[in-house]
């Protein structure tokens, strides 16, 4: 490869490591970064490199923006954050020359996305464990010597193009050539997940996984038996010996972790990336993108990953509040493992019913002849006016429901009622049942009508329809929920424990409430929703995931009229933004960006010094989320002479219809069988609960609730006839699962 110029494509932590060896061992080197800063700095002063105790040492390097490079590219390092290899792929790939090649030099498995940019034979797959940060623009920050290993993909000989470049990055530092390297990055997920965990809280690595050996073991055995699975043969690297982490592993987990801690002491960086990114940086983290592709491969194939996903949701949790970090997190996941026995609940709930035609006809005959007391009891909830913005009629409504819960299914229970300033509070009851997890039933009483409507628009019935403010989205949902229950108690018919959570806050994105939603989705073995249902009375088995961002425009206010090139039209910059912002939508893949309201500058005269538009975002994939997350963190200004920021961020995850899920909806497909009925299913575009239930690792069937149409319209109505089947349908769904 004598003549090659290797381009490291982002020049950070890691690609401004090896930038710096390649340059060292002699080799020719440009850095491209879109660090406006940091590329200055480089060109200034060079790239700079720092140890302990050690002088810096500087080399002079090619850097630039990527817009101010257009040439061909032969030999690609990608160094970028995960979640930005989308974006920087669309720069790569229309430059890369044909016989040239992108080595992924990044944390997480983003091979397979490269090859579907650029092919897969100019596809190079690699290992880093590099511990690096930068300091200032142009220092980078040498954290310790880790592995670093390069292969082709797919487990394909060592071919001389990795040889090559394992002799220029190995010059002075080890680096390995290995036809394994899945190995290894399987093998760093593994230690990257106990990583992530000390995140959790403010202290250093070595000390977290020593005092949480048993958290530490849980969570990288997850990630290895996903790797069991696949098949992979795991490698063994620095100080860190995968096998004594492996769920079904015979060997010394205490001395592993004992060399683990003892290695991690010896390197000058004590806390992980992660951590930096969330107590320094103030920046979402890349790690949970990473984990994605486990976290998929695990639901395809019915492995539980419950300490895992509780790992992730913390981080997420801690991005918007990183004063939060705590070790009784990580003492919340070791009550988790100890609550199993050490064991983690099934994935993948049974499939078809424990019932026959005798228990739905006896199911069916009692609700029918409690009719008139359901839908008095819908007439009793809906009459009381709940708007998602007014506490004090949520607290009226909420202490009805507590009311209305002892009378219809006795006291004996416990009960929670968790007080949320500007919010309705959260209802949880817990019933005891069969099974060593209980069922979480999830539901809201907020709605989205405004005090005074229940005034126009009381409760009434005509014919089959009911209609009233809230009766479809989603009260006839609650009310069939508990007449469910009651009958399965008063037939004597067997069910699981029961955690019934009602929230006063789903209507505004459950802000106030959604933590509380996966804990308790993640203690349950399943979840049924009982919002409303989707075309006439079909379940709910996938949704999208939402995103809410705002862009911000900020020009240079002028006078239209007198010096109309004076100014710098906000306005202007924002109909740039726009078009590119509607660019992103891919209809094939599910994804719409819509902007919903614009707004701008003071009067007609003057140059509109400010503008904003408000977006909504909706995702089928975390693919498409990772796409468009990249896309929106690269806004850039058409304007110069502007500013643009974008804030906000994603407000539901996205539910996916994975095994457990399946399963659920198939269970309920022939409870509904049993009772005469024919139920489908739908994926939706709308979000819910079940959103965050699903992301907490729980198999969720959504949408059991009211049959009817009009959510959020003055169309709204519930079937009244549809009350007493659906009711009937989760009363066979539930004793099923017990």
């Known amino acids: 490869m004598t003549g090659t110029t290797y381009t490291v494509v982002g020049g950070g932590a890691i690609g401004g490591i090896l930038a710096h060896r390649l340059v060292r061992a002699g080799q020719q080197v440009r850095v491209v970064d879109t660090d406006r800063d940091h590329v200055a700095a480089i060109r ?9 105790g050690v002088d810096a040492e500087v080399v002079r390097v090619e850097a630039t923006l990527p817009e101010d490079h257009d040439g061909p590219l032969q030999a690609v390092l990608l160094a970028v954050k995960a979640q930005a290899t989308g974006a920087a792929l669309d720069w790569i790939a229309p430059r890369l020359a044909s016989d040239g090649y992108v080595v992924s030099m ?28 930068v300091v200032e623009p ?69 000390d977290l996984i020593d005092r949480h050996p048993d958290v530490m073991a849980a969570v990288a055995g997850e990630v290895f038996s996903v790797s069991d699975a696949l098949g992979v043969t795991l490698e063994a690297f620095d100080a860190f010996e995968p096998e004594a982490f492996r769920t079904a592993a015979g060997a010394d987990r ?67 509040d990183p004063a939060g970090m705590s070790e009784d997190r990580l003492d919340a996941l070791g009550a988790l493992i100890t609550a199993s026995g050490g064991r983690v609940r099934p994935q993948v709930p049974p499939s078809t019913p424990t019932v026959g035609a005798e228990e739905a006809e006896r199911v069916s005959s009692w609700l029918t002849s409690h009719r008139d007391e359901i839908e008095a009891d819908l007439a009793a909830c809906t009459g009381l006016e709940s708007p998602s913005d007014d506490e004090e009629l949520l607290t009226v409504c909420a202490q009805w429901l507590s009311g209305w819960l002892d009378e219809r299914l006795g006291t004996s229970c416990e009960e929670e009622v968790l007080a949320r300033q500007g919010a309705g509070d959260i209802l949880i009851r817990r019933y005891a049942g069969s099974g060593e997890s209980p069922l979480l039933l999830l539901g809201h009483y907020d709605t989205v009508w405004p005090a005074g409507t229940l005034a126009q628009r009381p409760y009434h019935r005509d014919g089959d329809r009911i209609t009233g403010p809230g009766v479809f989205d989603m009260k006839a949902g609650l009310v069939q929920a508990v007449w469910a229950l009651k ?27 959604k933590d509380v939603v996966m804990a308790e989705a993640r203690r349950s073995f399943a979840t049924l929703v009982f919002e409303a249902s989707a075309d006439g009375g079909a379940v709910k088995t996938a949704r999208k995931g939402v995103g809410l961002f705002r862009v911000t425009v900020t020009g240079q206010e002028g006078h239209a009229g007198l010096d109309p090139h004076r100014g710098a039209s906000a306005v202007d910059e924002l109909a740039h933004q726009i078009l590119y912002l509607a660019g992103l939508r ?56 502007t500013t643009v920021e ?93």
């Open 586 to 641: 891919d209809v094939a893949a599910g994804t719409s960006v819509n902007v919903g309201v614009v707004s701008g500058g003071t009067r007609p005269n003057v140059t509109a010094g400010r503008a904003v538009a408000d977006l909504d975002v909706r995702v089928s994939s975390g693919g498409e989320k990772e796409r468009i997350s990249a896309a929106l963190e690269a806004v850039r200004p058409h304007d110069p002479r």
């Open 106 to 133: 990044q944390n997480g498995f983003n091979e397979d996305t490269i090859a579907e940019r650029v092919g897969p034979d100019r596809t190079v797959g690699a290992f880093v464990n590099i511990f690096a940060d």
């Open 646 to 738: 974008v804030s906000g961020g994603w407000n539901r995850p996205v539910f996916v219809r994975g095994p457990g899920v399946a399963a659920l909806a198939g269970l309920a497909r022939e409870c509904a069988d049993l009772l005469g009925e024919k139920l489908d299913e739908a994926s939706v575009g709308g979000a819910s609960d079940g959103n965050f239930a699903a992301a907490a690792g729980s198999p969720v069937l959504d949408g059991l609730g009211a049959v009817g149409d009009g959510a959020h319209a003055t169309s709204e109505y519930a079937s009244a006839s549809a009350l007493v089947r659906r009711a009937g349908l989760a009363a066979l769904v539930i004793t099923s699962l017990a």
């Open 254 to 320: 205490v001395g592993a972790t004992e060399r683990l801690t003892r290695w991690l002491r010896t390197q000058p960086k004590t806390r992980s990336g992660i951590w930096r990114d969330l107590a320094v940086r103030g920046r979402p983290v890349e790690v949970t993108t990473h984990y994605e592709v486990v976290l998929s491969h695990a639901a395809r194939r019915g492995i539980a990953t419950p300490v895992l996903r509780a790992v992730m949701d913390g981080l997420v949790e801690l991005e918007g």
């Open 44 to 52: 200034e002063n060079g790239l700079a490199l720092t140890r302990e």
């Open 138 to 206: 142009g220092v980078i920050r040498d954290g310790g010597a880790g592995a670093l290993v390069v292969g082709e993909t797919g487990g394909a000989p060592v071919s001389e193009r990795v040889r090559a470049l394992v002799g220029h990055l190995g010059t002075k530092h080890p680096a390995l050539a290995s036809d394994n390297v899945e190995g290894y990055l399987w093998a760093k997920a593994g230690f990257g997940s106990m990583l992530a965990a000390t995140a959790l809280a403010d202290a250093p690595m070595a």
């Open 487 to 513: 009958a399965l108690d008063a037939l004597r018919l067997p069910r699981p424990g029961i955690t019934l959570l009602i929230n006063g806050d789903e209507e505004t994105g459950s802000l106030a409430s």
